[in-house]
């Protein structure tokens, strides 16, 4: 079954963007998604998350 809470975890390095994506957060998505938006400023490769704490991960602008 899907788990009937939805959330998800934005984080970006630059506390800029950060900002600016929490901002636009209420013309860009409905109210009833955009409360369980939360944005996070650090760095993919050290996220204060436990194992195995995410379904999915998703990664855009992204360079090795």
């Not at 409360?35 to 995410?54: I, M, Q, T």
């Amino acid at each position: 079954s899907f788990p009937t809470r939805r959330s998800s975890d934005l984080i970006d390095p630059d506390a800029g963007r950060s900002r600016q994506a929490r901002k636009q957060r209420a013309t860009a998505l409905p109210a009833r998604l955009a409360k369980n938006v939360r944005y996070r400023v650090g760095e993919g490769e050290h996220l204060a998350f436990p194992d195995e704490s995410f379904d999915r991960v998703v990664f855009a602008w992204s360079l090795c």
